[in-house]
């Protein structure tokens, strides 16, 4: 059974990078079909979908991230990375990597969540 696991500080500085690493276990992220994606729910509201990275590598964004957002992977590893770039308060959010069998940016289409990691943007 596949697992996820998010990773990475829970506080960063206005104007700053966050980095988030999704570690799988269970299952490979080259594994055909499957697509990756990053997702967050800010205090109050609801999931959004940041965007995705596909089984050969591909990656998807939202229009309201695009501009500032890079998915990465290392297979090695098993790992896929979200960089937010330029964060605000309003960044601040749980993260959740979660795993989809065809590429969606409905959280009902996927499969397997990490348990979400809480990051607060904050001088």
């Known amino acids: 059974q596949v697992q996820l696991q998010e990773s990475g500080p829970g506080l960063v500085k206005p104007s700053q990078t966050l980095s988030l690493t999704c570690t799988v276990s269970?299952?490979?992220?080259?594994?055909?079909?499957?697509?990756w994606s990053w997702f967050r729910q800010p205090p109050g509201k609801g999931l959004e979908w940041m965007g995705a990275?596909?089984?050969?590598?591909?990656?998807y964004y939202s229009p309201s991230f695009k501009s500032r957002t890079s998915i990465s992977r290392d297979t090695s590893k098993n790992q896929f990375t979200l960089q937010l770039r330029s964060v605000t308060p309003e960044d601040t959010a749980v993260y959740y990597c979660a795993r989809a069998p065809d590429f969606s940016s409905d959280p009902l289409e996927y499969d397997a969540w990490g348990q979400g990691t809480q990051v607060a943007v904050s001088s």
């Open positions: 269970g299952g490979s992220i080259s594994t055909k079909n499957y697509y």
């Open positions: 990275i596909a089984y050969s590598g591909s990656t």
